[in-house]
């Protein structure tokens, strides 16, 4: 009776005087000693709340944000180590939680994957990438030279020279089937070159390689040699997008239990809490994460060379994680640089090991539909 008569008090006061309702709950009319109420937890606020704090909040509850993600994001790039040594001496609250941070980041990249890179995009992509005359030239020599009638065909066969628009590679990767006299023209890039071959007749005779209107020849597209095996590679492929775009959600969140596991084998002798091993493998997936949709951006915006980018984000995950290691595991410099050395080969094998089952699991699928 006392505590409803308390609450009917508290609402007057509420309507009539703002200081009361700061030393009152407004949700259960127990008396605040601090931000928090003790008795049900919710936050000191207005009763009427601000429109940008009432979009905060929702998006605190909903969609996995929180206002200290930027602080917390901020702290984690500069401070290797430091948010995961702040978490174990039990500083839960003054930054983003890292099961949290890596939801949040990890639908981040979902995000850009839905609207920039469908798995019906990428499907596109490894298609256009295995019928480019590059790679289909390669595919037809390899097939010709692997059937005995045929090989014995163009052993037999008078040479011709021709001027050749295909890529050089194939001279240096084929040289009993073809050669290069002369290069014309040496491209750079996704272009083709330009060079004087020297090839079997019956190339031309089967029209394995064919005429443009520039007089020079190139091989023919059309002609269904080693299509079989370009059109598997395409399905193995597209099944393999497939199920990485459908589980992407799944495998990244196992990738800090791997890790986990990893840290634990590189440093089982010093028998340390699991807990730590996790705790620090999801603020390094969290960074990785982090770089993965920067590295993304950058790709989508000004486009770097992949390769480039490629270097930045190892000699990036490899740098942050010997200085986090250290930090951690208060090891020195050099036991430090070992151990995560060590620690990314067994991660990196693990993961090996799960991309090689998917890939079974997607030869599998194929196998089965095909039958």
């Known amino acids: ?28 009319g127990a008396e605040l000693i601090g931000h928090y109420c003790h008795n049900c937890g ?17 998006l605190d509850n909903a969609f996995l944000w929180d206002t200290k993600f930027f602080k917390t994001i901020w702290t984690l790039i500069r401070r290797p180590g430091y948010l995961t040594n702040e978490f174990l001496a039990g ?8 099961l949290k941070l890596n939801m949040f980041l990890l639908g981040i990249f979902i995000m850009l994957f839905v609207f920039f ?28 030279a692997n059937d005995p009638e045929y090989a014995k065909k163009m052993e037999e066969s008078p040479r011709d020279t021709v001027l050749l628009h295909a890529p050089l590679l194939l001279a240096e990767s084929y040289p009993l089937i073809i050669s290069n006299i002369e290069t014309i023209e040496d491209a750079e890039g996704d272009e083709l070159d330009k060079w004087v071959a020297v090839l079997p007749q019956v ?23 080693g299509t079989i095996d370009l059109e598997l590679t395409n399905l193995i492929w597209a099944e393999i997008v497939r199920i990485t775009s459908q589980y992407f959600p799944m495998l ?25 091993h996790f705790i620090f493998a999801l603020h390094y997936t969290a960074f ?32 942050y994680l010997t200085i986090a290691y250290h930090r951690v595991y208060t090891s020195t410099w050099f036991r430090s640089i070992v ?16 991309l090689m089952v998917i890939f079974f699991i997607a030869c599998f699928i194929i196998a089965i539909n095909m039958i």
């Open 1 to 28: 009776m006392a505590e409803t008569n308390k609450n009917i008090e508290n609402t007057e006061a509420v309507d009539g005087q703002s200081e009361v309702s700061r030393k009152h709950c407004l949700n259960c």
């Open 42 to 58: 919710q936050e000191v606020a207005d009763k009427t709340p601000t429109v940008t704090g009432f979009i905060l909040a929702y």
């Open 91 to 98: 500083k839960y609250s003054t930054h983003m939680h890292p």
């Open 117 to 144: 890179a469908s798995a019906d995009k990428m499907t596109e992509s490894v298609h256009n990438i295995t019928y480019d005359e590059r790679v289909f030239s390669g595919v037809q020599l390899q097939t010709l």
């Open 203 to 225: 190339f031309i005779e089967d029209e394995i390689i064919v005429i443009d209107d520039s007089g020079y020849y190139h091989f023919n597209t059309e002609v269904k040699i």
């Open 252 to 276: 990244m969140l196992l990738t800090a239990p791997i890790l986990s596991a990893s840290l634990a084998l590189a440093q089982r002798r010093r028998r340390l809490p699991r807990i730590n």
């Open 288 to 319: 990785l994460e982090f770089l993965i949709i920067c590295i993304y951006i950058l790709h989508l915006t000004i486009a770097p060379p992949m390769n480039v980018m490629q270097y930045v984000m190892m000699i990036s995950s490899c740098v």
């Open 339 to 354: 151990k995560s050395l060590l620690t990314s080969l067994i991660y990196l094998t693990i993961l090996l090991l799960i």
